[in-house]
């Protein structure tokens, strides 16, 4: 089965083709703001450098956040699009699940939790404590947006080695830092491969989105900041 991967819940712009558990083809794009305009010419990219036409797809899965509000709706929009147009499934795999089963197969000989964050703005983040059983990912911590702060974690990494990854980990060192069983991965990258074995999985057991009503998952309401401009008054 070919299912077409896309990750665009934080400033990466991440795409990747698999069958068989196997990685055909792959895009990335770290620069800002770039998703509207990267993700369509990644799709068309890789699917011209395998010789495949859309049609050979059977499947679409999307990272369905906590992330960038824009970047979500850029995402799930394309692959419903695609999904619409194709009559091919949906899938969807949670971001922070995505982030920590990638690092789990980047690192499989690590047995320690892992807590992927992605930023959510000031001292926030989307967080999630996982632990490997086996190929499963096992939630020690159910997904939420934190107000990281000192001790926070403490009982997680009371339990043994907790290793930090995604861009609300660097921000967040400073505070938690300073456990002995807290570390942190600056190398990690997020990457659409991440969702690979779970939309294989989900697709196998028939867990698929419906195309019309799927929505990602923000966590936090989106809401819209009123601009100030100096000098100028209502």
């Known amino acids: 089965m070919t299912i077409l991967l896309l990750e665009t819940a934080t400033e990466v712009c991440s795409a990747a083709i698999v069958a068989d558990s196997k990685v055909l083809a792959q895009r990335r794009s770290d620069e800002p703001n770039a998703h509207s305009s990267r993700l369509a010419v990644f799709i068309d990219e890789m699917l011209a450098e395998l010789g495949l036409k859309a049609s050979a797809l059977d499947a ?20 419903k699009g695609l999904c619409y147009g194709l009559q091919v499934p949906l899938l969807s795999v949670p971001t922070l699940s995505s982030m920590a089963l990638w690092y789990y197969a980047q690192h499989p000989d690590y047995q320690g939790a892992v807590c992927p964050m992605v930023d959510a703005r000031r001292m926030e983040c989307y967080t999630l404590i996982a632990k490997r059983d086996g190929q499963q990912l096992v939630e020690l911590k159910p997904t939420s947006a934190d107000i990281v702060e000192e001790g926070i974690y403490d009982r997680y990494l009371d339990d043994g080695e907790v290793v930090f990854i995604g861009n609300g980990a660097a921000k967040t060192r400073q505070v938690l830092g300073s456990h002995p069983n807290a570390r942190f991965d600056d190398s990690f990258a997020i990457s659409a491969i991440g969702m ?39």
């Open 60 to 79: 679409v899965c999307v990272s369905s956040g906590p992330g960038s509000y824009t970047g979500l709706r850029i995402g799930v929009s394309t692959a």
């Open 196 to 234: 690979a074995s779970e939309a294989e999985r989900r697709l196998a057991q028939g867990r698929v989105e419906d195309v019309a009503y799927f929505e990602p998952f923000y966590l936090k309401d989106f809401v819209a900041k009123k601009s100030i401009v100096r000098g100028l008054r209502n």
